[in-house]
């Protein structure tokens, strides 16, 4: 058996289908006790990179955005939290409920990866936006949140108004762009197979055996 898998998660923290992907992936390697045997890293995607500060409300957004009627992207809400309930995460979606431009987190999520607190980061500030309504987007908010998990929010705070680090975050997003990455979640088991969306759980533990060549 190898050592070591290394899985790039591609993703934003404002998309519900990363959580919901994340976690079964999270299941699929608890089942299997591969926990020692995996290292996630997260690498950044901007859904919406040209958002105005001032964000745009979620429903009207997905509406325009998908071509969906206010009742289909409610429908789409409502599959979304049920599927959220069954892994445990909970989505408290509400009318009033805005997308935000989401490149700061980006810049926090890459600086906790020298501290190795990148993925509690990512769940903390995912959980922040649909569970307990914050504006991730707000400086203050995401300082916050980068404190709460044990980590000194002065450095981060530097970062944040450094257009050096905005910069470094549109150049890892390049990247994977240029990878032909274009929707989120994707996940990159060892720099070589690629999954793009939200697999079932089984699918990702067939994934992983095959890779650790269980038989």
């Not at 992907?21 to 020692?36: C, H, N, P, W």
């Not at 805005?98 to 020298?114: E, F, G, M, Q, S």
Request: glycine share 4%; charged share 30%; net charge negative.
């Amino acid at each position: 058996m190898k050592n070591k898998i290394k899985i790039d998660i591609v993703s934003d923290v404002v998309c519900p289908w990363c959580i919901i992907g994340y976690k079964r992936l999270e299941k699929a390697i608890q089942d299997l006790s591969f926990e020692d045997k995996i290292e996630i890293e997260w690498q950044p995607f901007e859904l919406n990179p040209n958002m105005p500060e001032e964000g745009e409300n979620v429903l009207e957004h997905v509406s325009q955005k998908y071509g969906l009627s206010i009742d289909q992207a409610h429908a789409s809400q409502e599959s979304i939290t049920k599927n959220g309930k069954e892994l445990g995460f909970k989505f408290d979606y509400f009318d009033e409920m805005k997308i935000v431009n989401t490149r700061n987190a980006h810049i926090l999520l890459d600086y906790a990866k020298a501290f190795g607190k990148q993925t509690e980061l990512k769940l903390r500030l995912i959980e922040a936006f649909f569970t307990e309504r914050k504006d991730i987007s707000n400086k203050d908010i995401l300082l916050k949140e980068f404190k709460s998990i044990g980590l000194d929010e002065k450095k981060a705070a530097l970062l944040l108004d450094d257009e050096n680090a905005k910069k470094q975050i549109q150049i890892e997003e390049s990247f994977w762009h240029n990878k032909g990455i274009s929707a989120v979640p994707t996940m990159i088991f060892n720099n070589n197979s690629v999954m793009n969306g939200a697999y079932p759980v089984e699918t990702y533990k067939q994934v992983l055996s095959e890779l650790f060549d269980v038989k």
